[in-house]
């Protein structure tokens, strides 16, 4: 299986903009600019937030899977990632860390085992695995 997404970017870093598709047509055209990646801009999406979409959903199946083979599916789980991009040391940008964080609905699993379920599913999550940044996850059990 692959997965494909497509760039036109058009000018410099600073002063271009562009536009990111994705190959499932799921998304088109979502805009992008380096003053939305270092600032927030309105209307435009970050290769950071893309990447906050793609671990917060890998995690979330990762997860699902981990509780449901231990008899315990869950009800529901509601997974935030947060990605922190900023300069580095030396020069230049990097992404620094993603951090998750978990609330979900499990039948018959105590706060304890929800959470090592959790740190499973973040070591488990193939995206996590293509990460090699700081990482971290919070599992609340509601």
Same mark, same amino acid.
């Given at each position: 299986?692959?997965?494909?997404?497509?760039?036109?970017?058009?000018? %410099?870093?600073? !002063?271009?903009?562009?536009?990111?598709?994705?190959?499932?047509?799921?998304?088109? %055209?979502?805009?992008?600019?380096?003053?939305?990646?270092?600032?927030?801009?309105?209307?435009?999406?970050?290769?950071?937030?893309?990447?906050?979409? =793609?671990?917060?959903?890998? *995690? !979330?199946?990762?997860? !699902?899977?981990?509780?449901?083979?231990?008899?315990?599916?869950?009800?529901?789980? %509601?997974?935030?990632?947060?990605?922190?991009?900023?300069?580095?040391?030396?020069?230049? *940008?990097?992404?620094?860390?993603?951090?998750?964080?978990?609330?979900?609905?499990?039948?018959?699993? %105590?706060?304890?085992?929800?959470?090592?379920?959790?740190?499973?599913?973040?070591?488990?999550?193939?995206?996590? !695995?293509?990460?090699?940044?700081?990482?971290?996850?919070? =599992?609340?059990?509601?």
């Amino acid at each position: 299986m692959q997965s494909r997404a497509t760039t036109q970017w058009e000018g %410099d870093l600073m !002063s271009g903009k562009g536009k990111t598709s994705a190959g499932s047509g799921t998304f088109r %055209d979502l805009n992008l600019s380096w003053k939305a990646r270092t600032e927030g801009a309105a209307s435009n999406t970050t290769p950071e937030e893309l990447l906050a979409s =793609a671990h917060a959903s890998c *995690f !979330s199946m990762a997860l !699902s899977h981990a509780l449901a083979q231990g008899g315990h599916a869950p009800k529901r789980l %509601d997974t935030t990632c947060t990605v922190e991009f900023g300069p580095k040391q030396g020069g230049g *940008f990097e992404v620094k860390s993603s951090s998750l964080g978990v609330r979900g609905q499990v039948p018959g699993v %105590d706060q304890a085992a929800f959470q090592k379920a959790g740190e499973g599913a973040k070591t488990g999550c193939p995206i996590s !695995s293509a990460l090699k940044i700081q990482m971290s996850v919070k =599992a609340t059990l509601q």
